[in-house]
């Protein structure tokens, strides 16, 4: 399994990184369009929508997907801006207002259209941060995708070799509090290369890896209770030793969002301050 999981692995990044420094804004836009939408069509048959109803929702998604594809064509990436932000900013009310009420009390969604609602919620706003934030800087990205998966990575093997104390037993009986030491630790030692290195230079870098480093276990608990809810162990088994798509970027689904806006956050106060 652990090899099956590096070669795939090897393969993604493969993939990822010369899409992600060569190709232009506008195809990165709808390559990462196109994996929203499987992750939209995982997400439907993970919360067991029907066949027929699954495929009709992740078609109003790329329909919806197409048009701002088709918008950004026309007008270009700066008013895509606004837009974006407005998506953050709701997703930030649902993942820190509605998300830890669902988590504290284990609450069973079993509307068929709410659970709709919250796939759009949790998938759509990671398309635009990966959009947003390539258009903002190639390495920009990088070091969040980095960040994030350095956190999920040392989170894993901090908690497996000493994780004694669980972090939430009744959605993730592997997950603990550990793991999520680990995490941090190695999030603040991410900063202080990005410091030495010059890469940047102001001490607000330590707390958004903090923020991204939470944000991704939140991400991941949720999942996890999504999957525990509906007896599921795997999103999808699309990606061979990770799972599906939804498994691979849970991490992400609410620290990206929420790393791109609290950077255009910063740098706005900056300018007016």
């Known amino acids: 399994m652990l090899k099956t999981r590096i070669i795939t692995a090897t393969l993604l990044i493969a993939a990822l990184l010369p899409a992600m420094f060569m190709a ?3 195809t990165w836009a709808a390559m990462t369009l196109v994996v929203s939408i499987l992750a939209v069509y995982e997400w439907a048959k993970l919360v067991n929508l029907s066949q027929l109803v699954s495929i009709g929702y992740a078609l109003v998604y790329a329909a919806l997907g197409i048009a701002l594809l088709m918008a950004i064509s026309t007008l270009g990436f700066h008013w895509l ?8 900013v709701g997703s930030a009310f649902f993942w820190f207002l509605v998300v830890p009420l669902l988590m504290k009390k284990c609450v069973v969604v079993e509307n068929k259209v709410l659970l709709m609602l919250i796939g759009f919620l949790l998938i759509a706003p990671l398309w635009l941060a990966l959009i947003f934030a390539k258009g903002a800087d190639p390495w920009l990205l990088l070091t969040l995708l980095a960040t994030i998966w350095l956190a999920d990575s040392t989170a894993y093997f901090a908690g497996k070799k000493f994780g004694k104390h669980k972090l939430a037993p009744n959605i993730s009986p592997g997950k603990t509090w550990e793991g999520v030491l ?7 030692v991410l900063g202080f290369v990005l410091m030495i290195s010059g890469r940047v230079t102001s001490l607000a870098v330590f707390p958004l890896l903090w923020l991204v480093a939470g944000s991704g276990v939140v991400g991941d608990l949720f999942e996890s209770l999504i999957k525990r809810q509906f007896g599921k162990k795997d999103s999808g088994t699309l990606l061979p030793g990770h799972g599906g798509i939804l498994d691979r970027i849970d991490g992400l689904l609410l620290s990206l969002p929420i790393a791109v806006l609290m950077i255009y956050l910063f740098y706005y106060f900056q300018a007016v301050s």
């Not at 801006?81 to 953050?88: R, Y």
């Not at 680990?182 to 603040?188: I, K």
């Open 81 to 88: 801006m606004s837009l974006s932000l407005i998506v953050f």
């Open 182 to 188: 680990g995490a941090f630790l190695a999030v603040t």
């Open 24 to 26: 232009s804004s506008f």
